[in-house]
């Protein structure tokens, strides 16, 4: 029983390493949902951190919990209110649920084949990639904030893969070092509105549920079967084999989250393909990546969710966007694994460019995708 746990969990500078490699996703699509629809921030982080505490223990893997990325957009384009939020997360959870159970889910994933999850995976990656590029790392950036993206990328490159000196660790603390020296003049004033809060308890209204169901669910539920459930499921097999993970039950914890979350001011969430990608990426193997970074935002949730709006500000995005970029990459180098057979690679490529270049790409690709699969030898392109 112990080794099963030591397998599972490990606390080591790998692990910590791997803890920051989804943070350049998650930080920045959380923040700009706080900041334009007033929901509570302690709230939002207690409940962010819980769910990954929850999900490293269960799984043992570095099975990431993330913000559902359309459900973000949309908040944060539309400044969609707090409690519209909460419930199309839960009409989120109650359709997952309903998939899971009906076993729909299953037969989709017998379905749709590897190369449309591989082109999704890219599509995803290059989304990642250019927002990492455009809106962390070029936007907003003068001569010294370049010089930290070079050093950074630097040492991302010369360390990645590397289990004696994991690059986060480094990545991170020199975003510290930046802040501590050109950022931040009195570094006491963080501490200064330090106080303990607790998540608020919501019952989300029906219509509210129904609002959400229309403007939140329709839109995230193709994007969360594409890359939360079917990539994610797919990811967990390439890296994870032994954990015999299914998208059953990777649909379930999704689901129950979603259903879970909204009743304590919680945001809709999800697994992700880029999550896992960018925890092992980072050196995490076990889950006790994602419990590090479940500690830290219930920390930042109980503790500084008066102040965290400061601690954004300073903290350079420069050095988000090198992790995000970083994560992009290794989703889109998945696609390796199918290059050598033309057919499954064309399709890939056809699947990730609608994905990341059409409005409701991820459903279109999956379904034009898995139409050209298997109608492929009837397509001289694709001979």
Same mark, same amino acid.
């Given at each position: ?10 606390f080591?500078?790998n ?8 943070i350049g996703?998650?930080? !920045? $699509?959380?923040v700009g949902?706080?900041? *334009?629809?007033?929901?509570?921030? %302690?709230?939002t982080? =207690?409940?962010? @951190?819980? /769910? ?14 993330q !913000? $559902? ?5 949309? *908040?944060?384009?539309?400044?969609? %209110?707090?409690?519209? =939020?909460y419930? @199309?997360? /839960? ?11 009906t ?6 994933s ?15 990656g ?6 990492a ?13 370049y010089?930290?993206?070079i ?13 004696k ?14 802040a501590?020296?050109?950022q ?9 509105s330090?106080k ?20 939140l669910?329709?839109?995230?539920i193709?994007?969360?079967i ?11 097999k390439?890296?994870y ?8 039950k ?9 259903i ?11 697994h ?19 419990l ?5 935002f219930?920390?930042l ?7 965290f709006?400061?601690?954004v500000k300073?903290?350079p995005?420069?050095?988000l ?5 970083f ?6 180098f ?17 699947v990730?460019?609608?994905a990341?270049?059409l ?17 492929s ?7």
């Amino acid at each position: 029983m112990l080794n099963r746990i030591k397998q599972n969990i490990r606390f080591d500078r790998n692990e910590f390493s791997g803890s920051f490699g989804d943070i350049g996703t998650d930080l !920045p $699509l959380i923040v700009g949902m706080i900041m *334009v629809s007033g929901i509570d921030s %302690a709230s939002t982080f =207690i409940i962010y @951190g819980i /769910l990954q505490i929850a999900s490293g223990l269960y799984y043992g893997m570095p099975m990431a919990v993330q !913000p $559902l990325k359309a459900v973000a957009t949309l *908040v944060i384009a539309g400044n969609i %209110a707090g409690s519209v =939020i909460y419930g @199309g997360g /839960l009409a989120i959870g109650i359709i997952m649920l309903f998939l899971t159970i009906t076993g729909l889910i299953k037969k989709l994933s017998t379905f749709i084949p590897k190369a449309v999850i591989r082109g999704i995976q890219m599509g995803l990656g290059l989304m990642l990639a250019n927002i990492a590029l455009k809106n962390y790392i070029v936007e907003g950036s003068g001569v010294m904030e370049y010089g930290l993206v070079i050093v950074a990328f630097t040492i991302a490159l010369v360390l990645l893969g590397n289990r004696k000196y994991p690059p986060a660790l480094f990545i991170i603390g020199l975003g510290i070092l930046y802040a501590l020296f050109f950022q931040i003049e009195n570094p006491t004033t963080l501490f200064s509105s330090v106080k303990m809060e607790i998540p608020n308890f919501h019952i989300p209204k029906w219509d509210d549920i129904a609002t959400g169901f229309l403007i939140l669910a329709l839109p995230q539920i193709p994007l969360s079967i594409g890359n939360s459930i079917l990539a994610s499921d797919q990811l967990a097999k390439d890296l994870y084999p032994e954990k015999k993970i299914t998208v059953s039950k990777i649909a379930f914890t999704y689901s129950l989250m979603n259903i879970i979350s909204p009743f304590f001011s919680g945001i809709p969430v999800c697994h992700g393909s880029g999550g896992m990608a960018g925890h092992h990426s980072f050196g995490a193997r076990t889950g006790g990546s994602v419990l590090i970074y479940g500690v830290f935002f219930l920390i930042l949730g109980l503790f500084f969710s008066h102040s965290f709006d400061q601690i954004v500000k300073i903290f350079p995005m420069q050095i988000l966007g090198v992790i995000l970029f970083f994560e992009a990459i290794t989703l889109v180098f998945l696609v390796r694994d199918i290059q050598t057979k033309k057919s499954d690679f064309y399709i890939a490529l056809v699947v990730a460019l609608i994905a990341c270049g059409l409005p409701y790409g991820f459903l279109i690709s999956i379904i034009l995708g898995t139409i050209l699969y298997y109608n492929s030898t009837r397509i001289n392109i694709l001979k």
